[in-house]
């Protein structure tokens, strides 16, 4: 087996990712800033070597990329690159030395897409400063890797949905207020027709991608892969889908976006036009065809589970429909 270096390995997509790393053998070590632990407790943690890095003072200090290279990893898993001139450095102290790159990239990279679901061989049309940045870096890795055999994978994860925190929700961000008026069968309002999608998907599908990735290095190096559920939710959908989740009918109404942005939150209504105005909705058949990803988990099933999570903490009250809403609790 291999010893693989996963950089920010205690986020979201890491808290999957490393346990499967070590279920199947490998060595692992998690390079992060240590402020933060895994999401889900695993007896896997207790085999992984942590070592505490600060990436942006390394990087300012011209040394990120070589203290990496010094930990003589064979597979690097890059989580937490957000600009061009990070991945290079890294890069430059891997060349020659590591088997196989895996950088995290994002949906966003396709921006406006003329048709869905968005393919990888869709052109890339970001807007915004994050999928601005993460096109630079995808398309410049896989030019290496194309051009001058540097073996980088690509995966572009949705919506990331799971237990330990808040889902992108039927107003497009992250406020839990509207999952608690849903259990409280109160009215929602939504923008314009409701039509507007969002595509998540399940940490564990994540760490699923980079996990077959991996296994299958001879085909995906060089390619990029989307990384969501099978299908994406319109807003209408989704909001409709959880009333009925809760017991209840839906109650929902629709007011043009300029009038409806303004019932939102100022960073509410900033996020939820981030999200709203992609309308995100890929296509996973390269990542079936290449490498055989079945996800897991639907979008919905995806969402009511962390839902269930939040409802188990605290966040948001369990609906007095529900006699014991223990019974819907998938964690």
């Not at 690097?76 to 991945?87: M, N, R, Y």
């Not at 869905?116 to 096109?135: H, M, Q, R, S, W």
């Not at 870096?137 to 051009?147: D, G, N, S, Y």
């Amino acid at each position: 087996m291999s010893r693989v270096v996963v950089i920010g390995g205690s986020g979201h997509i890491g808290s999957y990712l490393i346990p499967k790393l070590i279920e199947v053998g490998h060595e692992v070590v998690n390079v992060s800033r240590g402020q933060a632990s895994a999401y889900l407790k695993h007896s896997a943690w207790n085999h992984v070597e942590e070592m505490t890095l600060d990436r942006s003072a390394e990087e300012q200090a011209g040394q990120f990329g070589l203290r990496i290279a010094e930990l003589r990893p064979d597979i690097v898993v890059d989580l937490i690159s957000f600009d061009l001139p990070s991945t290079r450095m890294l890069v430059e102290a891997l060349r020659d030395k590591v088997e196989h790159f895996l950088h995290c990239s994002t949906i966003w990279v396709y921006g406006y897409n003329a048709a869905v679901p968005a393919e990888e061989t869709d052109p890339l049309n970001p807007f915004g400063e994050y999928g601005i940045n993460k096109a630079q870096i995808e398309t410049w890795l896989l030019r290496e890797a194309r051009r001058n055999g540097f073996p980088a994978t690509v995966f572009r994860p949705g919506h990331i949905v799971g237990p330990g925190w808040a889902p992108i929700n039927p107003k497009g961000h992250f406020n839990t207020e509207i999952f608690s008026q849903i259990t409280r069968n109160e009215e929602i309002a939504l923008p314009n027709l409701g039509l507007e999608t969002l595509h998540h998907v399940h940490a564990s599908d994540v760490a699923q991608i980079v996990m077959l990735a991996i296994a299958n290095r001879a085909v995906s190096v060089g390619e990029a892969f989307n990384a969501v559920s099978s299908k994406a939710l319109n807003l209408r959908g989704y909001a409709e889908a959880m009333f009925r989740w809760f017991g209840f009918e839906p109650k929902i109404r629709f007011q043009p976006i300029m009038e409806w942005l303004e019932g939102e939150s100022l960073n509410d209504a900033k996020l939820a036009m981030e999200h709203i105005s992609r309308s995100s909705s890929l296509s996973i058949e390269k990542a079936r065809r290449c490498l055989g990803y079945q996800p897991h988990y639907t979008s919905l099933a995806a969402i009511q589970e962390s839902v269930s999570a939040l409802i188990v903490a605290g966040t948001v009250p369990a609906p007095k429909s529900w006699e014991s809403y223990s019974n819907f609790i998938r964690i």
